[in-house]
């Protein structure tokens, strides 16, 4: 009994330290404008580029009537605003958050389209 009472602290201090310590999980889908800021460039095109390239990465034609690549779209405030492009008219100060949305995520948000998912851009 004294040895279990004993042991009781100890434990508990290393529960504590073990969650303490443990870096906070980053959201893939969310950059935030520490993150972008960090990247040191001048749009947010080309600090998602260096952050998560993928986002940005088109694929072939939809259809065989329409040979055009899709690519990501880009909203804000729930307006399309266009392509990925755009997104290099965009400076990093004006940005608050940036949010990926998957295809599927991008259909049920924004409606039908956006085979590429979409970017939403947060502004100050």
């Known amino acids: ?7 009781s602290p100890v434990l508990v201090s ?3 330290a073990a ?12 950059l935030t404008q520490q993150q972008l800021a960090a990247t040191n460039s001048e749009n947010v095109y080309g600090a998602i580029a260096k952050l998560r390239p993928e986002w940005l990465s088109s694929r072939g034609p939809n259809s065989v009537r329409d ?15 266009g392509k990925a492009e755009y997104l290099r008219e965009l400076r990093l100060l004006d940005v608050t958050e940036v949010r990926y949305w ?6 049920a948000r924004f409606g ?10 947060t502004r100050r």
């Open 102 to 107: 998957d295809a599927g995520s991008a259909s």
């Open 1 to 7: 009994m004294l040895l279990a009472i004993a042991a």
């Open 67 to 81: 040979p055009t690549p899709s690519a990501v779209s880009v909203f804000m405030n729930g307006n399309l605003l």
């Open 14 to 16: 290393c529960a504590g």
């Open 112 to 121: 039908m389209g956006h085979p590429r998912g979409v970017i939403e851009i």
């Open 19 to 30: 969650t303490q310590g443990r870096p906070e999980r980053s959201n893939s889908n969310l």
